[in-house]
């Protein structure tokens, strides 16, 4: 790491509350290996707390914020711009300095199809995608981005068609529907499964040949991960996600290829 001077670039995290973050650890490893003057932090802001935390990331000349829960939805509002992508969307994950003014956009989209791609090229494929919150837009935006067909499954059906008409995805259900459905991907985006051994689908939904992401990363091997693999599928952690939107997000400030693998490293090195 090259020392620290009133040069070096500082970027960070927004999340709260306070729990467990890898991406200080995958951050810096990354500026370490691409020898970039900078640092990472994570900063615990609560909601009420949004607008001074970003007044102060202007005034600090803070080159880059990843938005983690709670702030996705809401920091629009105190940004100069939001470009295309994060308004279809429907969320900032990622603020950057662009000539003094904080721009918002979103890169969970980009970590999805990358992670997708190192087993599957998307385009003309048939992907299912269990959920409809903040995360299920952007996947769907980067399968549809992709050439994909997709199917939105969701515990309440309601806000999985309306994710459907909103994003131009093709078709909606519930998630005990998936069996019933020819499909090369699947890719979960609920809760179910973070910090616990469940699925939101049965074992015996799951098809051989398929490829399955879970973007759940904590823990990195999830049971429909496991159910997946014993099905026959291929099959990605959230982790290659995580990574993948991060490696865009350092292309956004710096300039520069991040290095993916010493990033997924950092990722395993800084678990609980
Ligand atoms: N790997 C990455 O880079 C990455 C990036 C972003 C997020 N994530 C992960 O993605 C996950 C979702 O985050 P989010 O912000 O999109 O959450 P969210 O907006 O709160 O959406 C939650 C979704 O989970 C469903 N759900 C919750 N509990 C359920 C249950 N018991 N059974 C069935 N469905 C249930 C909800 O269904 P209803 O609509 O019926 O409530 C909804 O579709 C989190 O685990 C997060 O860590 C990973």
């Known amino acids: 790491m090259l020392p620290i001077s009133p040069k070096t670039a500082l970027c960070g995290v927004l999340l709260h509350p306070a ?24 900063f615990d802001v ?13 005034a600090l000349g803070i080159r880059q914020l990843a938005v983690s829960i709670p702030h996705k939805e809401t920091i629009s509002g105190w ?3 939001v470009d295309e992508t994060a308004q279809r ?4 994950n990622t603020v950057t300095r662009v ?26 494929r048939h992907a299912v995608v269990l959920g409809a919150g903040g995360t299920a837009r952007a ?14 499954l969701n515990r309440t ?14 078709a909606a259900g519930p998630l005990s ?35 399955v992401l879970d973007a759940v990363y904590d823990p990195p091997q999830t049971r429909l991960l496991r159910d997946a693999k014993h099905a026959g599928a291929k099959t990605i952690g959230g982790k290659w996600m995580l990574v993948y939107q991060a490696a865009e997000q350092i292309a956004l400030w710096s300039g520069r290829d991040a290095p993916i693998d010493t990033m997924a490293d950092a990722f395993d090195a800084a678990g609980h």
Do not use: C
């Open 19 to 42: 729990g467990h973050t890898r991406s200080p650890a995958m951050h810096n490893a990354a500026f370490a290996e691409l020898e970039l003057d900078a640092r990472y932090l994570a």
């Open 46 to 58: 609560p909601p009420e707390e949004l607008g001074e935390a970003v007044a102060g990331a202007r």
């Open 79 to 81: 940004l100069d711009a």
């Open 89 to 92: 969307i429907g969320a900032v």
């Open 99 to 124: 000539d003094g003014r904080l721009v918002g956009t979103n890169t969970d989209w980009l970590g999805a199809a990358r992670a997708l791609e190192r087993e599957i090229p998307l385009s003309g």
């Open 139 to 152: 996947v769907v935006y980067g399968l549809r981005e992709r050439g994909a067909a997709v199917t939105v």
């Open 157 to 170: 059906v309601s806000r999985a068609e309306a994710l459907v008409t909103e994003l131009g995805a093709d």
């Open 177 to 211: 529907t998936l069996g019933d459905l020819d499909h090369q991907i699947l890719v979960n985006t609920t809760r179910v499964g973070l910090g616990e051994d469940a699925s939101p689908v049965t074992a015996e939904a799951l098809r051989k040949g398929t490829v």
